[in-house]
Antibody, heavy 126, light 107 residues
Framework: VQLQQSGPGLVKPSQTLSLTCAIS??????????WNWIRQSPSRGLEWLGR?????????EYAISVKSRININPDTSKNQISLHLKSVTPEDTAVYYC?????????????????WGQGTMVTVSS | DIQMTQSPSSLSASVGDRVTITCRAS??????LNWYHQKPGKAPKLLIY???SLQSGVPSRFSGSGSGTDFTLTISSLQPEDFATYYC?????????FGGGTKVEIK
């Protein structure tokens, strides 16, 4: 399984940060996987942003800290997910990772992050 | 949110040393604790899940223990490729949260 991330490395304040994660070796609509975005910065460490997954229907869940600004969407035709984070500030400067959680039991998600994308350094600056 | 605290924040060790890193949760998380390591410029890699289960492909020198609020990662004999930063992460409740990291450096 590989996750290939793409998107701009520089975003202006107040604009929208958009990243894409192309999935190979698995399917975005798998009943056994959840697809997450996690970011990492020196000031905030590793921070979970949200996830999307399919369990007979689509679910999306987000961290409270970004809930009013974030959307994570699956694209089944391209087998990928996207991240959109609007109204960014310099505080959103971080390395962003697309991450798989492969569940091992009957819970909806396991939060055991077994496959990571290569990471995208995003700087918010004018 | 559940807060995860690791100690120490850094340590120096030699190849062949036994290394122990601890992680404490702000409330009981049963055995829902994962360990990762991360090398500079790379993504984190899952080592241990459910406190003590070795992820496929991870060397047996890595082991984990604990339950409730206190957990330990042990490297039985440190190898050159093990110099990295180690993170714990709770998978008990949403949002999943990570510890601040322990940097393992060469003595």
């Amino acid at each position: 399984v590989q996750l290939q991330q793409s998107g701009p490395g520089l975003v202006k304040p107040s604009q929208t940060l958009s990243l894409t994660c192309a999935i190979s070796g698995d399917t975005v609509s798998s009943n056994s996987a959840a697809w997450n975005w996690i970011r990492q910065s020196p000031s905030r460490g590793l921070e979970w942003l949200g996830r999307t997954y399919y369990r007979s229907k689509w679910y999306s869940e987000y961290a409270i800290s970004v809930k009013s600004r974030i959307n994570i969407n699956p694209d089944t035709s391209k087998n990928q997910i996207s991240l959109h984070l609007k109204s960014v500030t310099p505080e959103d400067t971080a390395v962003y990772y697309c991450v798989r959680d492969l569940r091992k039991n009957t819970a909806m998600v396991d939060d055991d992050f077994d496959v990571w994308g290569q990471g995208t350094m995003v700087t918010v600056s004018s | 949110d559940i807060q995860m605290t690791q100690s120490p924040s850094s340590l120096s060790a030699s190849v062949g040393d036994r290394v122990t890193i601890t992680c404490r949760a702000s409330q009981s998380i049963s055995s829902y604790l994962n360990w990762y390591h991360q090398k500079p410029g790379k993504a984190p890699k899952l080592l241990i899940y459910r406190a003590s289960s070795l992820q496929s492909g991870v060397p047996s020198r890595f082991s984990g223990s604990g339950s409730g609020t206190d957990f330990t990662l042990t490297i039985s004999s440190l190898q050159p490729e093990d110099f990295a930063t180690y993170y714990c992460q709770q998978s008990h409740s949403t949002p999943p949260t990570f510890g601040g990291g322990t940097k393992v450096e060469i003595k």
